[in-house]
């Protein structure tokens, strides 16, 4: 069985800890300005809806290239959004908007 | 006769808010499971052993970066642009590991170390929103959003799908594609509970989307990330609450700071 690529994995290791490690092991981020600490507060709402919206709304185009995207995918992320905003219910937004893009698909409407 | 609290029984806030957090982690392991599923297909097809693609879920423990390298081993590309590449699509988690680097400061650095490992997107978005709920840190919280969600369905699902490999059917029939933003959007909702969050959701939205469509989802969903909290920042602060909302018993409003402070004030007169 080949092993030849966990060498890979130790690189891609070596260059992804350092971003997930370094703020949380470098001494002194509590005596951040107030400020500075509002700004990380936001971080997680707005790099979380940047990831979800990049992820719905951004495909690769025939050309290789990102291209504007707006289908049955999207319809489901919103019913899902508008489930947990109304239930605080992830598990349940997940499900609906699951079987809404189920259903899409399986009718042939994507 | 009731038992005292100790720190193995936890008060009843941070058990109701774990249960919460369980049932959270439980949508996010369905959609990390599904995901980790369609790896190990993909890595078994690009030629990785399993072995392979284990020590990549386990070691990387990043699933686009993961998927983003076997797609180029796949086309036969050398190894130095696949690490480069792997630093940019994760320079993301940064932003976690300082967000949340504030309420780690305690923890032992050993501890610090393993926790910064297992720290991924869907770990972040539930952690963040239990020490939200609870407005502290929980370690076993932590555990349980990175290593409950997370990294086990993760590596269990590579191994099935690098060992199963084309008996599955394919997940994106079943719409299980779209679990991953929706999740990552609906932990956003969960977040952003005041106009700053709201804001800074809002512009992270549209600029990581405008920006993706510009230089690449890799770069453009971190500017999105660096970018939306300016705009937060810039909306004007709350007014201050008249009185704390969860503070009475009776579903009355009280004012438990000033409450505080009369008893405390009481305390220090000196005895007639």
Same mark, same amino acid.
Request: hydrophobic letters at 55%; charged letters at 10%.
């Given at each position: 069985?080949?092993?030849?690529?966990?060498?890979?994995?130790?690189?891609?290791?070596?260059?992804?800890?350092?971003?997930?490690?370094? *703020?949380?092991?470098?001494?002194?981020?509590?005596?951040?300005?107030? /400020?500075?600490?509002?700004?990380?507060?936001?971080? #997680?709402?707005?790099?979380?809806?940047?990831?979800?919206?990049?992820?719905?709304?951004?495909?690769?185009?025939?050309?290789?290239?990102?291209?504007?995207? $707006?289908?049955?995918?999207?319809?489901?992320?919103?019913?899902?959004?508008?489930?947990?905003?109304?239930?605080?219910?992830?598990?349940?937004? $997940?499900? &609906?908007?699951?079987?809404?893009?189920?259903?899409?698909?399986?009718?042939?409407?994507? | 006769?009731?038992?005292?609290?100790?720190?193995?029984?936890?008060?009843?806030?941070?058990?109701?808010?774990?249960? /919460?957090?369980?049932?959270?982690?439980?949508?996010? %392991? &369905?959609?990390?499971?599904?995901?980790?599923?369609?790896?190990?297909?993909?890595?078994?097809?690009?030629?990785?052993?399993?072995?392979?693609?284990?020590?990549?879920?386990?070691?990387?423990? %990043?699933?686009?970066?993961?998927?983003? %390298?076997?797609?180029? @081993?796949?086309?036969?590309?050398?190894?130095?642009?696949?690490?480069?590449?792997?630093?940019? $699509?994760?320079?993301?988690? =940064?932003?976690?590991?300082?967000?949340?680097? *504030?309420?780690?400061?305690?923890?032992?650095?050993?501890?610090?170390?393993?926790?910064?490992?297992? $720290?991924?997107?869907?770990?972040?978005?539930?952690?963040?929103?239990?020490?939200?709920?609870?407005?502290?840190?929980?370690?076993?919280?932590?555990?349980?959003?990175?290593?409950?969600?997370?990294?086990?369905?993760?590596?269990?699902?590579? @191994?099935?799908?690098?060992?199963?490999?084309?008996?599955?059917?394919?997940?994106?029939?079943?719409?299980?594609?779209?679990?991953?933003?929706?999740? =990552?959007?609906?932990?956003?909702?969960?977040?952003?509970?005041?106009?700053?969050?709201?804001?800074?959701?809002?512009? #992270?939205?549209?600029?990581?989307?405008?920006?993706?469509?510009? @230089?690449?989802?890799?770069?453009? @969903?971190?500017?999105?990330?660096?970018?939306?909290?300016?705009?937060?920042?810039?909306?004007?602060?709350?007014?201050?609450?008249?009185?704390?909302?969860?503070?009475?018993?009776?579903?009355?409003?009280?004012?438990?700071?000033?409450?505080?402070?009369?008893?405390?004030?009481?305390?220090?007169?000196?005895?007639?």
């Amino acid at each position: 069985m080949s092993t030849q690529l966990v060498l890979l994995a130790v690189l891609m290791f070596a260059a992804t800890y350092p971003s997930r490690a370094l *703020p949380i092991l470098a001494p002194g981020i509590e005596r951040l300005p107030p /400020r500075a600490l509002l700004y990380l507060r936001l971080v #997680g709402p707005a790099v979380l809806a940047s990831l979800a919206a990049a992820s719905t709304l951004v495909a690769k185009a025939p050309h290789g290239g990102p291209a504007f995207h $707006l289908g049955v995918e999207a319809a489901g992320v919103l019913a899902c959004l508008v489930v947990v905003a109304w239930r605080r219910n992830l598990l349940l937004g $997940l499900v &609906v908007g699951l079987a809404l893009v189920a259903a899409a698909r399986l009718a042939g409407l994507a | 006769m009731t038992a005292p609290a100790t720190l193995a029984s936890p008060a009843p806030d941070l058990r109701a808010a774990r249960r /919460r957090l369980l049932l959270d982690t439980l949508g996010i %392991a &369905v959609s990390v499971g599904a995901f980790g599923l369609v790896f190990g297909l993909a890595a078994r097809n690009a030629g990785f052993s399993p072995i392979e693609a284990v020590a990549s879920s386990v070691l990387v423990f %990043a699933g686009a970066s993961q998927f983003a %390298a076997a797609g180029y @081993i796949a086309a036969g590309l050398p190894w130095a642009p696949i690490v480069v590449l792997t630093f940019f $699509l994760n320079a993301r988690h =940064m932003l976690y590991s300082a967000s949340l680097a *504030p309420r780690f400061r305690e923890i032992p650095l050993p501890k610090r170390v393993v926790m910064s490992h297992v $720290l991924t997107d869907e770990a972040f978005a539930l952690s963040a929103a239990h020490f939200h709920r609870i407005g502290r840190l929980d370690i076993p919280g932590y555990w349980i959003a990175a290593v409950l969600g997370v990294f086990v369905p993760w590596n269990l699902a590579t @191994i099935a799908g690098v060992l199963l490999g084309g008996s599955l059917p394919d997940p994106s029939r079943l719409g299980l594609d779209i679990v991953f933003p929706a999740a =990552m959007g609906g932990l956003a909702v969960g977040l952003a509970t005041g106009r700053r969050e709201l804001v800074a959701a809002g512009a #992270g939205a549209i600029i990581g989307t405008g920006m993706s469509l510009v @230089i690449g989802p890799a770069l453009g @969903i971190i500017v999105g990330g660096l970018l939306g909290p300016l705009l937060g920042i810039a909306v004007p602060a709350p007014p201050e609450p008249p009185a704390s909302p969860d503070s009475d018993l009776a579903g009355t409003p009280v004012a438990i700071d000033a409450a505080i402070a009369e008893v405390d004030a009481l305390a220090a007169e000196p005895a007639p």
